[in-house]
């Protein structure tokens, strides 16, 4: 017994530190000034929050943000508005082509990205989309919907059918039976659902940096690779750091404070225990 | 309130499966009636089709006097206590209740009243701001049967209302859910695939197999008068038994060896071309111990002996079992029966009969018994087709010997 405890311990542990090491050096290479960048100490010796002061006083930096909150933002809303439709017609109602649909949505999950990324940027180009938001947003609710039909469609399933039955019992209309009674139960499902998809948007490297040639709608993680430092000569390793924990925050904070809201246990109590 | 009429209905589905087959009943007004029978048996979905839940398919549902298969739930003002009581897990238990009402769109006095009066009657007041996790089973049930009563509907539907209790607080449920209706006096149909239930509710119970109706009639008539083998072993609780019996020269040779027939019975089994094998009904409570029945009346029995299995006292009686030689009685019916209960794969040799003796009984396992069997109360069976051969203008012969 506790044998297995500490095993599972120590497993816990590689697990925990191999993830995190990554994350705590770029977060100390953030706070190293560039003469000690490269002295390979994992705890800064000296300390300096210049890194940051540098990336917000550029507006390269701050208008990519702008950029990546605004398309992340825009793209969930779509995505999670139509998934939670399309995900509530799958989980309750039998209609022809079902499978067909639930097949494409895997379909498009499944397809490698970058085979597309070529077709999308002619495409793009020549309907006046490239290198402007339309122009991300569109791909990433594109793939961002399957993403949210398939966790929503989950969620919705283990609503118990009666209470909307229920509800139309008591004199709901299908409408409000959704808005009433099953909007609030399935909402820790499309917060998750959400989640997931600002995610995925907020992480995209392949299209940011593809689809985009200027300042107009570059995200952060495409400008990342155009910092440069304050001269040519200078490494630009802990701007680059800082903006990378910059951008890291809000997703740490995201999922901190919906945590609880993404547990499922609301539904508890609907039918027998 | 109002009465509710199904005339013709019948449900089948788009792959071709017939659930409900031209059910037709007449509910009056305010009556208690339940709908009983084995899973699949379509109950259920008559159920569903009374509130508006499924569509039917052909036939006319009319609820007080009008034709409402068209309608949608909301508009047939009907009420649902559900199995699962899906109770909105959101809400307290107040606002579960208040729900129907202020979909309604009742002024917010109104409703309060309402609900307060609704939890009064139920015993919920003390419970009203809690939310439905944080209750008991028999809470909730509750607060499903509140949400039903508030908003005084035409009528209640009720789906296996109790069947997620435990037993002891389904017998004390069962007797909530019959006050309440007869206070209301509200039209409600009942459905459960528990028999004792559908005895001590009803008015009235409609016995239905295989999405038909089987019989419909006050519980001690179905009991008394079972019209065929399928609803004389659904009802009874054990359950009658059946053995194997061929008539000839005015005698029933069975098992249990030869039983004398009654004139009325000879009668009707040659009214009826019934052929010669029949199987012979007879419900544990008309055996008894022979030492202990009066001289009187033993002249209405025949006697036969047989080492006794298993003694089952219960208190007020003994179960006594017997391994009775010989085939086994079958039928479509019975082997229906048997699937629903999940006995199909018993091992058993020869068939077995289940007596009900009373307590004074001194007979323990092991033991040869005398047994008296009583001829008035014997059913006669066709296994051809189930029907009841001593069922006699609606009644069975040799009761008033």
Redesign the interface.
């Known amino acids: 017994m506790t044998a297995s405890k500490w095993r599972w311990g120590l497993i816990d542990l590689v697990v925990i530190v191999f993830a995190l090491v990554p994350v705590l050096w770029i977060a100390s290479l953030s706070f190293k000034t560039p003469a000690t960048i490269t002295d390979g100490h994992f705890i800064p010796r000296e300390w300096t929050l210049e890194n940051y002061r540098n990336i917000f006083a550029t507006d390269q930096f701050v208008r990519a943000l702008v950029n990546s909150i605004g398309i992340g933002l825009i793209a969930t809303v779509i995505a999670v508005v139509l998934g939670t439709m399309a995900a509530y017609a799958i989980a309750r109602l039998d209609f022809p082509g079902k499978r067909l649909l639930i097949g494409i949505s895997l379909l498009i999950a499944m397809f490698p990205q970058v085979s597309l990324v070529s077709p999308l940027f002619e495409i793009e180009r020549s309907l006046g989309l490239f290198d402007t938001w339309p122009g991300l947003i569109l791909p990433y609710v594109t793939f961002g919907l399957p993403l949210a039909i398939y966790t929503l469609s989950a969620f919705f399933r283990q609503i118990p059918w009666d209470l909307e039955k229920a509800a139309k019992m008591d004199g709901a209309t299908q409408g409000e039976a959704f808005r009433r009674v099953i909007a609030p139960l399935a909402a820790p499902g499309v917060f998750t659902t959400a989640i997931l998809v600002f995610i995925f948007c907020w992480n995209d490297f392949l299209f940011a940096i593809s689809l985009t040639s200027t300042e107009r709608s570059r995200t952060v993680p495409a400008a990342l690779s155009f910092f440069q430092g304050a001269s040519q000569f200078e490494d630009p390793t802990g701007a680059i750091s800082a903006a990378a924990v910059v951008i890291t925050v809000p997703i740490i904070l995201f999922v901190l404070f919906f945590q609880r809201r993404i547990v499922s246990g609301l539904t508890s109590g609907a039918v027998k225990g | 309130m109002a009465d509710i009429v199904l005339d013709k209905v019948t449900k089948a589905y788009p792959d071709g499966t017939v659930a409900v087959q031209e059910f037709n009943l007449e509910i009056a007004d305010g009556e208690f009636v339940i709908l009983v029978g084995p899973s699949g048996c379509g109950k259920s979905t008559t159920l569903n089709m009374i ?3 499924e569509d039917i398919t052909s036939g006319e549902l009319r609820i007080d006097g009008e034709r409402v298969n068209d309608k ?3 508009d047939r003002d ?3 206590v ?9 809400m307290t238990v107040r606002e579960n209740m208040a ?2 009402l202020k ?2 769109k009742l002024p917010k006095e109104e409703i309060e009243r309402k609900v307060e009066e609704a939890a009064k009657v139920l015993e919920l007041t003390a419970l009203l701001d809690r ?5 008991s ?1 028999g809470q ?1 049930q509750r607060v499903a049967m509140g ?1 039903a009563i508030v ?1 005084s509907p035409k009528a209640f ?1 009720m789906d296996e209302p109790l069947s ?1 209790l435990d037993a002891k607080l389904r017998v004390q449920m069962r007797t909530v859910v019959s006050r309440l209706q007869k206070r209301l006096g509200t039209t409600t149909v009942y459905v459960t695939h528990d028999q004792t239930e559908a005895m001590t509710l009803g008015d009235r119970v409609v016995i239905m197999r295989g999405g038909a109706i089987q019989q419909v009639g006050e519980p001690q008539e179905l009991y008394d008068h079972p019209r065929n083998l399928f609803v004389a072993g659904f009802i009874g609780s054990p359950s009658m038994n059946f053995l194997v019996a061929s008539a000839s020269e005015g005698r029933l040779r069975t098992a249990l060896g030869n039983l004398p027939l009654s004139d009325r019975v000879r009668q009707s089994l040659e009214s009826s071309d019934a052929s010669r094998d029949l199987i012979v009904g007879i419900r544990p409570e008309h055996f008894e111990d022979a030492t202990l029945i009066e001289d009187s009346i033993r002249q209405r029995g025949v006697e036969f002996e047989a080492t006794a299995d298993l003694v089952e006292s219960m208190g007020s009686d003994k179960y006594v079992y017997f391994t009775v030689e010989g085939e086994k009685a079958s039928a479509a019916e019975l082997e229906e029966l048997a699937a629903d209960v999940g006995s199909t794969d018993l091992p058993a040799s020869g068939s077995n009969l289940v007596c009900r003796f009373s307590a004074e009984s001194p007979v323990r396992e092991g033991d040869t018994a005398r047994v008296w069997i009583n001829l008035d109360k014997i059913h006669l069976f066709d296994p051809s087709d189930g029907r009841t051969i001593t069922l006699h203008e609606g009644r069975s012969t040799g009761v008033t010997a």
């Open positions: 509130a508006g839940l949608a739930p909301r009907i009420a649902m559900f199995q699962s009581y899906a109770l909105y897990p959101n729900f129907p979909l309604a939310k439905p996790a944080n209750l089973g909730r949400r908003r539907l997620n």
